[in-house]
């Protein structure tokens, strides 16, 4: 049998919140590891630091061993209770201190309770709503965007790569103006005019590709060669430079139509990476039961 559990220590518990609060809840070898936090934590292991978490969480909430085996026997309390409860599970966290992501403890999962739906909010939404509610001069820059958002609903673990794709793509689009890295709202007329020159630019690129497809024919190759064949050196140096510069137009566009469909991806990957997380991660003050939709 191993050496008794020594009693946890303030200073211990304090280490603890301080590093879930940097790494997040689940990196326990990450914290014990961590310089910051091993010189405090070197008796416990990942093990001490999961269970202490879980004692710790649920003691927030106020509930005792008496008040855990109550709820474990009442397989079947009324509706509204069920509801209560899991709110109370899903935001414990709610200081300054503790503002972590963090799973539902293992109480909510001895109720046998399906969860309440969660409403569906757009990354573009947030964004909007964030600028909106920051009111600062010149418009947001990403990181204070990225403190509203993970302070009033959930967020992926990479929620910072996918809130930077976001962004580019809604400076490309015409929904926000960036300028010297700060975000701010386009007007409605900018919005309207950015969106009506994307689709005349679509118009107009669309028959040139057609036209482009169909410019040469094999006869008109065959022809082109045999010129090239009894051209004088001044001649075939002209033709050549032509060649080069159709070649360079024609790798502009493909490099155009990879960066649109890079855009496309990233906006596939925020999709997804939200849905992945809203099953995941928990991080609620305000709007504990909202998660966010790509």
């Not at 649920?58 to 008040?67: A, D, F, K, L, P």
């Not at 935001?91 to 201190?97: A, G, I, L, M, W």
């Not at 024919?217 to 090239?228: F, P, S, V, W």
């Not at 305000?286 to 998660?291: E, L």
Request: aromatic share 6%.
């Amino acid at each position: 049998m191993g050496a008794p559990k020594q009693k946890w220590t303030a200073e211990e518990e304090a280490a603890l919140k301080a590093g879930v609060f940097k790494h997040g809840a689940g990196k326990w070898r990450t914290i014990l590891k961590d310089p910051e936090f091993s010189g405090v934590l070197y008796l416990r292991s990942n093990v001490d630091l999961k269970d202490k978490w879980r004692n710790m969480s649920v003691m927030t909430n106020g509930w005792g061993s008496r008040e855990k085996s109550r709820l474990a026997v009442k397989r079947t309390p009324p509706a509204h209770k069920q509801d209560e409860n899991s709110l109370a599970l899903s935001s414990f966290v709610q200081s300054d201190e503790e503002t972590v992501d963090a799973k539902p403890v293992t109480v909510s999962s001895s109720l046998d309770v399906t969860p309440p739906k969660r409403s569906i909010v757009k990354l573009d939404n947030l964004i909007m709503e964030a600028i909106t509610s920051l009111k600062e001069p010149g418009g947001s820059n990403k990181t204070t965007i990225a403190a509203y958002i993970e302070e009033q609903y959930w967020a992926p673990p990479d929620f910072k790569r996918i809130l930077s794709a976001k962004l580019k793509f809604m400076t490309g689009c015409g929904k926000l103006i960036k300028v010297k890295r700060r975000y701010r709202i386009a007007p409605i007329s900018d919005r309207r005019n950015s969106s009506m020159l994307l689709l005349d630019g679509m118009q107009r690129i669309s028959p040139k590709v057609d036209r482009d497809d169909n410019f040469r024919t094999k006869a008109q190759i065959d022809l082109e060669l045999a010129k090239m064949r009894t051209m004088t050196a001044q001649e075939a140096a002209v033709a050549a430079a032509r060649a080069v510069a159709e070649a360079e137009a024609a790798m502009g566009e493909a490099e155009a139509a990879a960066r649109e469909a890079e855009a496309a991806e990233a906006d596939a990957e925020v999709a997804q990476a939200f849905a992945e997380a809203a099953m995941k991660t928990l991080k609620g003050r305000n709007a504990p039961n909202t998660m966010i939709r790509a």
